[in-house]
């Protein structure tokens, strides 16, 4: 390695070496392919931020014609799986047993209270504070539902319901307000970040363990050279695997793409490189396969997880963390 001349007639035969050792390694193929595509189909149905159907109880305490109306209105929606019942205390019950997701009353007085002039909504909503998501589901839902409910019994009366705020809602980069449009592209990124960190993880450590580095490091090889063969072969590879997932995203998974293609994969070649430099890093210091890909799957899945934004906000991250 005494040569500090980088010839790339020894890279070029050097990446020939470590190409065939990927092509008949399986684990490369799987860690590169198969793993991929496993993780996108678990984010895709594992992962799924809407609620579609809402499992909520209905207390009436009153069974007038307005009230039943209204009952009517809520489970004839969609988005609402109703339990209807008299009985406080048999609801609460399975609320605190999780079999319903949130609570409606409907007082005694729900028809008085509608027929006085300027009343306000006369319903209590209770949601499980243990899922907050789900109870701002079913906060929204209800609200939407009472809204719906008071323009129709307005326009059956011959009367005009106007709300006093007319809230018209446009949804930048997500037009569909589809959770599994924005989460599918993060999956991509988490899963190029450790896919990337755990192929090159193995690849100085495979040589170190199968005693054939002490060979590489007697011939007249650079470690510029030794280093370039190593990343080379597995950057393409890498973005063979970006690909893949990009088209099962797109055209498996239904996730719409807008933009340039070629600024997408000039981006994703910079970050593929940086992540392929971190494994090939820790697998530099380790020398040991097993310790280099637990390092390299807690130094990239965690961060990425966690730190990226794609659970948490960044901005309501400390400034340190943020740095």
Known sequence: ????????RRVRALCVKETRQIVRDPSSWLIAVVIPLLLLFIFDYGINLDSSKLRVGILLEQRSEAALDFT??????????????????????????????????????FAEQMERANATAPIQVITDGSEPNTANF????????????????AEDNGQTFEPLIDVQTRYWFNPAAISQ??????????????????????????????????????????RTELLLCKLIPYYF??????LLCMLVSVFILGVPYRGSLLILFFISSLFLLSTLGMGLLISTI????????????????????MLSGFIFQIDSMPAVIRA
């Open 1 to 8: 390695m005494s040569n500090p001349i980088l010839s790339w």
């Open 72 to 109: 009517h209105t809520m489970t004839g929606s969609p988005y609402i799986d109703a339990t209807i019942s008299d009985n406080r205390q048999e609801l609460i019950a399975k609320m605190q047993a999780g079999k319903i997701r949130g609570l409606v009353v409907i007082p005694v007085d």
């Open 138 to 153: 079913v906060q929204g839902y209800v609200e939407g539902i009472w809204q719906i409910w008071q323009m129709q019994r």
């Open 181 to 222: 449009h924005f989460i599918i592209p993060g999956a991509v990124t988490i899963i190029m970040t450790v896919i990337g960190a755990i192929l090159t993880s193995l690849v100085v450590a495979r040589e170190w363990e199968r005693g054939t580095m002490e060979a590489l490091l007697s011939t007249e090889i650079t």
């Open 237 to 242: 590879l890498g973005m063979l695997a970006m």
């Open 286 to 305: 380790t020398r040991n396969q097993f310790n280099a890909a637990q390092v390299a799957l807690n130094a990239a899945f965690l961060p990425s997880i």
